[in-house]
């Protein structure tokens, strides 16, 4: 079983729907937590960060982290068409310098 | 804002040739990782480097190597190439500071080398 899970997608919404993306992890010792996205053949881009409980608002975006249920999830209001591209939830690693990723999903916008 | 600069952008190369891919981290950064991404695969860890000492070891076969030096910018050195080496690489830095392992690191990736090996 893979450390970081994510639904593969693609996931569909129409322009300015809220898109929701959703993400689990087996480390419960994990602290830190990231959104990145990652437009094919490109290289990943961060998106948001988030180390506590709760909701991480920025712009467009809310981060969302529960450690106790050990999912962390991205809410992206308004969609646009250029929001379309692969999401990917990565998790450092507990006393490493290291981050794994999960599978992404493949968020897809329609006009 | 400065970015993580990685040289070069392409490279191809044939079986059992060496490659040497090269990361100039953000300034300031004292961390640097290298990722390997295989086609619609996701980032895999390879290595991380911390003030110029290797810190963490991840999937890098033993034909990998790398380093960093003491400007911070880290090399991967890649011998006996394979088909299977044909990848996207991505190096990313963060700072650490004092924050440690216990820290809230950042990582930001460079643009990445798209390696095909024939």
């Known amino acids: 079983q893979k450390e970081v899970e994510q639904n593969s997608g693609p996931l569909s919404v129409p322009e300015g729907a809220i898109a929701s993306l959703n993400c689990t992890y087996s480390?419960?010792?994990?602290?830190?937590f990231f959104w990145y996205r990652q437009y094919s053949g490109k290289s990943p881009e961060l998106i948001m960060s988030?180390?506590?409980?709760g909701d991480k608002e920025d712009g467009r975006f809310t981060a969302q982290l529960n450690k106790a249920s050990q999912y962390v999830s991205l809410l992206i209001r308004d969609s646009q068409p250029s929001d379309s591209a692969t999401y990917l939830c990565?998790?450092?690693?507990?006393?490493?310098?290291?981050?794994?990723f999960g599978s992404g999903t493949r968020l897809q916008v329609q006009p | 804002a400065a970015g993580v600069i990685q040289s070069p952008r392409h490279l191809i190369k044939e079986k059992r040739e060496t490659a040497t891919l090269k990361c100039y981290p953000i300034?300031?950064?004292?961390?640097v990782y290298w990722y390997q991404q295989g086609p619609g695969q996701d980032p895999q860890f390879l290595i991380s480097?911390?003030?110029?000492?290797?810190?963490d070891k991840g999937s890098i076969p033993d034909r990998f190597s790398a380093q960093q030096f003491s400007d911070y910018h880290s090399e991967l050195n890649m011998s006996s190439l394979e088909l299977g080496d044909s990848a996207l690489y991505f190096c990313?830095?963060?700072?650490?500071?004092?924050?440690?392992?216990?820290?809230?690191?950042?990582?930001?990736f460079g643009p990445g080398t798209r390696l095909t090996v024939l």
């Open positions: 990313a830095s963060s700072y650490d500071g004092l924050a440690g392992l216990s820290g809230y690191r950042t990582q930001y």
């Open positions: 480390d419960r010792g994990s602290q830190s």
């Open positions: 988030i180390y506590s409980n």
């Open positions: 990565a998790v450092m690693d507990t006393g490493r310098r290291a981050l794994t």
């Open positions: 300034p300031r950064h004292d961390t």
């Open positions: 480097f911390y003030e110029k000492m290797q810190s």
